[in-house]
């Protein structure tokens, strides 16, 4: 984001552990199955706008919120070993991806709800 950008109210919560084949987390009346050693990343963009992002076993990135039925692959083909930040400006969100070796990752929703590609942050 953008300085003077106003940070999101976000939390990591602890992963299934480091030597688990993979591990559930259950957000928002969804379970997904995650990589090992990874976090889930709960974000409160606004009280009334939550979502959570966790990266699964094959290392693509996903994401649910309330009302979203399950867990949804984000677009783009993205791949990733941990989830980062997040952020928002106003209606613009980003959040960011760790991926060993390449460093951090970057999808930005501009406001219309469409998050796009995946560059360096």
């Not at 889930?40 to 963009?45: G, P, Q, Y």
Request: one cysteine or more; proline letters at 4%.
């Amino acid at each position: 984001m953008t300085a003077g950008s106003v940070p999101d109210t976000a939390f990591t919560v602890a992963s299934g552990g480091t030597g688990a084949a993979s591990w559930n987390a259950t957000r928002y009346g969804y379970t997904g199955t995650f990589r090992d050693g990874s976090s889930i990343l709960d974000v409160a963009w606004t009280s009334s706008r939550l979502k959570s992002f966790g990266i699964a076993p094959n290392r693509t990135i996903w994401h649910a919120w309330p009302g979203s039925g399950r867990w949804q692959e984000m677009p783009h083909n993205g791949r990733a070993d941990d989830v980062g930040a997040a952020a928002a400006d106003g209606a613009r969100r980003a959040v960011s991806v760790s991926v060993y070796g390449s460093g951090y990752w970057c999808s930005v929703d501009p406001g219309n709800g469409r998050w796009g590609a995946w560059s360096r942050c």
